[in-house]
């Protein structure tokens, strides 16, 4: 039995990369039939409160931020995929839980993300989005290191 490719999580963050992610993600679904759920994380602000900067401060820079993401998905969703079965998301949280908790949820049965490609000490301080969603995922993930 061959496996079988019917939904595919394209994880942008709205980069110059994003463009270059959206084509890889094209081939795919189209050449798989497949259906394509685009997903933006914005991260979490939960570590500003430490600051003692005010819960509400917080929720209105959230709030603001997730209201822009949402027009860019809107605008990158009809620039990229207007012709295809796709859907843009936007969620808040912590990319890497973010992204395997949606591709869980919607039974994605493959992820193409984006990778900096840093090695050695630069990757150090940063941590990876993609590492940690290659060694967690259930599914494949098709890492992408832009040109």
């Known amino acids: 039995m ?3 490719v019917e939904t595919i999580l394209l994880a942008v963050d709205f980069s110059e990369a994003a463009q270059y992610l959206a084509e890889y993600a094209t081939i795919f679904a189209k050449g798989l039939g497949a259906r394509l759920l685009v997903l933006y994380v914005s991260p979490s ?11 509400q401060s917080i929720r209105t820079l959230v709030d603001q931020i997730l209201e822009g993401a949402n027009r860019v998905m809107g605008e990158f969703m009809d620039a ?9 998301r936007v969620e808040y949280g ?5 992204i395997l908790e949606v591709a869980r949820k919607a039974g994605v049965d493959m992820i193409i993300m984006g ?3 840093r090695r050695g000490v630069d990757r150090i301080p940063f941590g990876s989005v993609a590492e940690k969603v290659v060694k967690t995922a259930t599914v494949p993930v098709l890492t992408v290191r832009p040109v």
Do not use: I
């Open 2 to 4: 061959s496996p079988q």
């Open 45 to 55: 602000m939960n570590r500003y409160a430490s600051l003692y900067v005010p819960p």
């Open 80 to 88: 990229r995929f207007a012709d295809m079965a796709a859907e843009g």
């Open 94 to 98: 912590y990319a890497p839980e973010k």
């Open 115 to 117: 990778t900096h490609g």
